[in-house]
């Protein structure tokens, strides 16, 4: 089964609130994800904010390049 984000918006911290194609929707909480060089500077929450739904990826980028697999969210939606 094939998982993409078709939505998503920022609730505060690292929790962003994520609606899937197949209707499954609900929050996932980064902050304890945010390792590495590519994810450090989202430790930053206004680099953190400035994520987008990527309409080609189907998930969650930001502009240092940095995403995460929607299979990865779906597994952490609360």
Request: proline share 5%; aromatic share 12%; net charge negative.
């Amino acid at each position: 089964m094939f998982v993409h984000v078709s939505e998503a918006r920022y609730i505060d911290a690292y929790r962003i609130w994520l609606r899937f194609e197949d209707g499954l929707e609900g929050i996932v909480d980064l902050c304890d994800e945010l390792t590495g060089p590519v994810f450090e500077p989202l430790r930053d929450q206004e680099v953190f904010r400035a994520f987008s739904v990527d309409k080609t990826a189907k998930t969650i980028v930001w502009p240092n390049g940095a995403d995460l697999a929607p299979e990865f969210l779906r597994s952490r939606v609360a």
